[in-house]
């Protein structure tokens, strides 16, 4: 018999009493994965939390539970946090669990202890994937750039990237010209670019610039370290996130934008990059390539 048949139909027994037994089918949710691979609605995630929660009762397990917290996570759930401290207390070797554990805070850095989490969920299981993505991040912010490639090298061996996505992001900069700069997204469009220049050597003259990256102090730096015209100072930055609410991703793309233009460096786009209000007039002006 087919053996996703059978982990999709289990049956079994709910109660039994003086008139017989009663039967109910219970079916074993869909898996819930990264939104790196499959994004769906708020709503959808709410389901999918109560059907692995409801499933997790009936069939108790580390694999049941990892999904439940995957699924209240994203459906930003308020006891989630609780949860999934209390799955760590019974599953304290779970990868899963201790990676979604060290994305608590959603600080960038996050905490040594937190780092921690993620560091030994990717020992446990170095096959999983979601635990060097951030660790490519966490050591970039921390300057431990062997650690980066370490983790970058993971990513590209066990194929946490797939080859349409590593061929896009090939096409992207090897049309670029010359020490030009190149504003990115977000993983897909970003994690494939570091793997190509600082482990395939590909086009490591273009400067890669992350937006979501841009909110936070210290990336903004690390930019302007790796070679991105000066577009903003200490003082200046502080000034502005005094006098502006966040993000300020949009308003950071403008000044490199007007800096390369005063030191004639190409500023490109990626094509994932979303429309705002902040960044339409560059987009509506520039070349689509």
């Known amino acids: 018999m087919n053996k996703s048949f059978l982990l999709m139909s289990l049956i079994i027994l709910v ?11 219970v079916e074993r949710p869909q898996e819930v994965v990264s939104k790196r691979i499959l994004v769906y609605t708020d709503s959808i995630y709410n ?32 006891d989630y946090k609780k949860l999934l401290m209390d799955g760590i207390q019974t599953y304290p070797a779970n990868p899963t669990l201790l990676y979604l554990a060290g994305m608590r805070e959603h600080k960038m850095p996050s905490s040594d ?17 979601d635990p060097w993505f951030n660790l490519v991040t966490e050591f970039l912010a921390r300057n431990e750039l062997e650690k980066m490639d370490n983790a970058l090298q993971r990513l590209l061996q ?12 090939y096409n992207l900069l090897t049309n670029l010209e010359e020490n030009a700069i190149l504003i990115t997204n977000g993983d897909n469009d970003t994690y494939p670019g570091w793997i190509l220049q600082r482990i395939l050597n590909h086009r490591p003259d273009v400067k ?4 979501s990256l841009l909110n936070t102090n210290w990336y903004v730096f690390h930019v302007i370290r790796l070679g991105v015209p000066r577009f903003i100072t200490n ?19 403008n000044r490199i934008i007007e800096a390369g233009s005063d030191e004639h460096v190409p500023v490109y786009f990626s094509h994932t990059l979303y429309l705002t209000e902040g960044i339409s007039e560059p987009m509506k002006n520039g070349r689509k390539l």
């Open 15 to 25: 109660s039994c009493d003086d008139s017989g037994s009663t039967l109910k089918e």
């Open 47 to 78: 389901r999918m939390a109560g059907e692995w929660k409801a499933y997790y009762e009936v069939f108790p397990s580390e694999e049941a539970y990892a999904n439940w917290m995957y699924a209240a996570r994203y459906a930003g759930q308020a």
């Open 113 to 129: 202890s937190d780092l921690a989490l993620t560091i030994r969920a990717a020992e446990l299981d170095p096959t999983y994937m």
């Open 158 to 169: 066990g194929g946490g990237i797939s080859e349409e996505v590593m061929d896009y992001n």
């Open 208 to 211: 890669i610039v992350n937006r």
């Open 235 to 253: 003082a200046e930055l502080e000034d502005l996130k005094k006098s502006t609410r966040g993000p300020w991703d949009d308003v950071l793309i």
